[in-house]
């Protein structure tokens, strides 16, 4: 399968998702980006402006074998990763698949459940297995976790930590629309779940296919000293007390990459990497008490930090 018919593909999927999040393309390309990176997605923002929608989205639009995890205070980790059962018949304990056991794990609301089960989720996320009694199993490939998370503060929420935040590939966060993209919103409510009236474009196996040629997106060593110059930023930054990780590093590299690969070119430039950079950042950076004594936040140093590290001049193959 060519890779003209891929990337044509990939922008079929953002089309169709387009449908049922209206008014967010950008949202939506970064999501896709993420995906095609092999990461995972965090899309934080206020109930009610459509993150559980685009997750379902994605999720139908793509073909994937899917589960869904309403995360409560009461969910326990072996909802999460499964657990053992004894069997009667053979004497023998038989392992029970918990929700991740599938291509594309949708965690809603993830900040309402407890610590204990959120870190049920840090094994999957990072090497896509998971262990239950001591036997380790892997999750089918691909493997993604979408999660929402309304913002800390909102009743019943709490923080998630940050070796579990980092693990997020991108955040995101959607907003309001402005007025004719909300009656837009409401006209196509009027005729059911816009959810339910998206197709499948792409299947397992495309996915598989066109995350390998994301991996071979050409990438200029001047690009990747400039990814470097702004991971280095944030971790210098006066204002910030934990800056982005080497986990972070790569993740943004992989991440241009497949932005690259979304504009149907087949070499980065520095306007992928400025372009998802703050997606990349936001969740990883952590900013001190003079920081927020001033009411300084992390996205502030981020546009502090893109303004201030100069973008190389690069071309093709040089």
């Known amino acids: 399968m ?8 990939a922008a079929a999927v953002i089309e169709e998702v387009n449908k049922a999040v209206i008014g967010k393309e950008e949202c939506v390309t970064k999501v896709m980006a993420a995906i095609l990176a092999g990461g995972h997605v965090l899309i934080e923002d206020i109930p009610g402006v459509g ?17 869904r995890v309403q995360f409560t ?14 069997d009667k018949i053979t004497g023998k304990f ?16 993830i900040n309402r459940t407890s610590p204990k089960t959120q ?15 001591q036997i380790t199993r892997k999750v089918p490939d691909p493997f993604i976790v979408i999660a929402t998370e309304n913002p800390y503060g909102s009743a019943g929420t709490q923080m998630l930590p940050e070796s579990q935040l ?20 409401v006209k196509g409510n009027q005729k059911g779940n816009p ?10 196996q495309m996915l598989i296919e066109m995350c390998s040629e994301v991996e071979d997106i050409y990438m200029h060593d001047a690009i990747y000293d400039y990814i470097g110059r702004l991971i280095g930023a944030t971790r210098e930054h006066p204002m910030v007390r934990m800056g982005i990780s080497p986990r972070g590093t790569i993740a943004l590299a992989k991440v241009t990459k497949a932005m690259a690969y979304l504009s149907g070119r087949d070499y980065c430039i520095p306007q992928d990497v400025a372009e998802i950079f703050p997606n990349v950042a ?9 920081a927020r004594a001033v009411q300084i936040t992390s996205r502030d140093v981020i546009k502090e930090v893109l303004a201030k590290t100069e973008k190389p001049s690069v071309r093709k193959g040089h």
Do not use: W
């Open 2 to 9: 060519g890779k003209e018919y891929q990337e044509n593909a």
């Open 51 to 67: 993150k559980t929608t685009m997750a379902m989205a994605f999720s139908k639009c793509m073909g994937l074998d899917r589960n």
């Open 73 to 86: 205070p009461d969910v326990l980790p072996a909802d999460i990763v499964g657990f053992s059962l004894y």
């Open 94 to 109: 038989t392992y029970q698949p918990g929700a991740v056991m599938c291509n594309l794990f949708l965690a809603d609301e």
């Open 119 to 133: 870190s049920a989720l840090l094994e999957v996320m990072e090497e896509g297995t998971v262990t239950v009694d």
């Open 166 to 185: 980092d693990r997020f590939m991108i955040c995101i966060s959607m907003g309001y629309p402005d007025i004719q993209t909300e009656i837009d919103i």
């Open 195 to 204: 959810v339910e009236q998206i197709r499948p474009i792409i299947g397992k």
């Open 282 to 290: 936001v969740h990883r950076i952590f900013v001190n008490a003079k």
